[in-house]
């Protein structure tokens, strides 16, 4: 039996409201969970710590107080057994209102609104076809690989000239502050890279023009956000020895470059082999981009309104995925829009297209998956679980159960039953070439660097539609067209 009931009333613009009620035995559960919790700190006479049992908890620190904290364990697991309950997909984050403090015995009751996945009607889906372009491997993408084999292969040379911008020089240096040394302002036989950017703003610049064996003074300004504070905004000056001048050169492009860069017979076949591994590389593009083209042909299709609201709220859902990523990598939300150089409204409302995108390719998946009675088999699931699995050291049907007895199966058969939809939406596709498809108006993926690139994207389909409705009921505009233009 659930440990949430719940009640559900749709609201305007994809919105819906979740009244929920926890059981009482729930909810006594959770009280005493929480009465553990704190019994871990509390010192009382006659029991060890960690040990006084729950009733004396409630005595000392009163019920409501200890509900309060099995509310604030609990609401989390609760809200997701409330979702679950009333069977709804949820876009956004909700507004949630718990109700009183209820008596021993009683339920906790909580409502809340929240955006949910908008449904669609189906348009015609017996045909669909879509633009695919041809794998290929463009003599600039080969010669491009050639030039990246070559950089990996350059040496670096000693040269009897001044250096340049690009040179590497081989230096000593010892700085100083006020006249004194400074630590971490030394250094011997360091390569640095002029041009690079590596030292301190200024540093290489004063270099370019050095030659070998000449001694230099080099003077710089810590920036003010230095990373070590102590030098931040500081005056220091450098006595720096130029041992040695290096130019870094590249290999000529021929049959021993090919031999000696690649195991190749010759440079003529080390660009077929770079050709073949490229197309093979696009091929697996060209999948990808007619899988999502499929898609998003099914979504145009489909009668499906997507709210500003709810386009803005899953804008945000894909904000909060990327900064939880990025904090993995030591990213923090605070330096993530400063490097951005936006505001986090800015950002939202930069990913609203691509919001509004997902959620109509979503509802029309889903309204595809109940058109063709889609129901996912035992088998399909643990076909699903297995890489999962083999990740956790476990086996699939070991994996499935944890799901099942964490009210995690229907999520899981949502997302296969979704996988297997658009796996047939692919098989009975029918590929078109990307000029037909053009000269169609069918939907295709360009190939970046193409003048057209706007034909996998459906919302522009639309928004150009839209702008050439409007034009055409413009009374303003003449009749020669002159202010219809269209231009991207």
Known sequence: MSTVTTTVTELPESRVKVEAEVTPKAVEQALLDA???????????????GKVPPPVVLRR?????????????SI???LAAAVDDAGIATVGEPHLHIGETPKAGDPITFDFEIGVRPVATLGDVSTLEVGRREPRADESRVDAELEQLRERQAKLESVDRAAAE??????????????EEFEGGSGRDQLIELGSGRLIPGFEDQLQGAVKDEEREVRVTFPDDYGAEHLQGKEAVFAVTVHDVQERRLPELDDAFAEEAAGADSLA?????????????DEAAVEREFREAVIDTLALRAEVEIPDSLAEARAGELLERTLHQLSHQGISRELYFQ???????????????????????EAAVTAFVAAEGIEPAEGDLLDALTGPAAQQGTTP?????????????????????EQQAIERLVERATAVPVEDAKARGLLWTPVPGDEEDTGGRPWVAEERAAAKAAEEASPETSADGDAGDDED
């Open 35 to 49: 009465a553990k919790v704190l019994s871990r700190d509390l010192r009382v006479p006659g029991f060890r710590k």
């Open 61 to 73: 620190y009163g019920r409501e107080a200890v509900l309060d904290e099995a509310l604030r364990r």
């Open 76 to 78: 989390g697991d609760w």
């Open 339 to 361: 490097i951005s150089g936006k505001s986090e409204a800015e950002v939202i409302a930069e990913a609203r297209p691509e919001a509004a995108r997902s959620l109509r390719r």
């Open 166 to 179: 690009g040179d590497t020089v081989l230096i000593s240096f010892v700085g100083r502050i006020d006249g």
């Open 269 to 281: 076949e080390l660009r077929e082999e770079i050709a073949e591994r490229l197309k093979e590389q």
């Open 397 to 417: 049907e070991k994996l499935l159960k944890r799901l099942d007895k964490q009210g995690h199966r229907d999520e899981l058969v949502a997302d296969v039953a």
